[in-house]
């Protein structure tokens, strides 16, 4: 029975991400992929390209922080409850280039009621922390997914 239960929620959680990424055109222009998705947990990533550099020739701060929020985002909706975010920030821990392959983890930290706190670290190819992101989340009653029930 345990089993069946984890099974069901990471369909749901795998339905309820192909249900928003198919409607965020923001990722798809940016190219992400998402790799893995599990109740509480999103796995994204992207490749830097020309069109992301800013000004000094870097990664530009908003494709990171896109990359964070998305991720967070997804782990914080698996549960098929519309989530937004309260408060986000975010630490540049080092600048990513043309070509990097960006991945962002985002793991739930807490989950208490209708609020919820996530950590989202992004690493290069080379596994090396490029940022790190802290995001809170509010729950609310409303689903993405319809024909289901919240938890």
Do not use: W
Not at 116 to 141: C, M, P, W
């Amino acid at each position: 029975m345990k089993n069946e239960t984890k099974s069901k929620n990471l369909e749901l959680a795998q339905s309820v991400a192909h249900e928003m990424f198919k409607i965020d055109k923001h990722a798809q222009k940016l190219g992400m992929t998402l790799r893995e998705i599990s109740p509480g947990y999103a796995e994204l990533s992207l490749v830097v390209t020309d069109d992301m550099i800013n000004g000094l020739g870097i990664c530009h701060g908003g494709v990171t922080f896109s990359l964070a929020d998305t991720a967070f985002a997804l782990a914080c909706n698996s549960r098929n409850q519309r989530t937004l975010a309260l408060n986000a920030s975010i630490t540049y821990a080092a600048p990513a280039s043309v070509g990097d392959i960006l991945t962002a983890f985002a793991q739930e930290q807490v989950l208490n009621g209708k609020t919820g706190v996530y950590d989202v670290t992004i690493v290069n190819q080379h596994n090396e922390k490029i940022a790190l992101f802290h995001g809170v989340s509010y729950r609310t009653r409303q689903v993405t997914v319809s024909a289901t029930d919240p938890d």
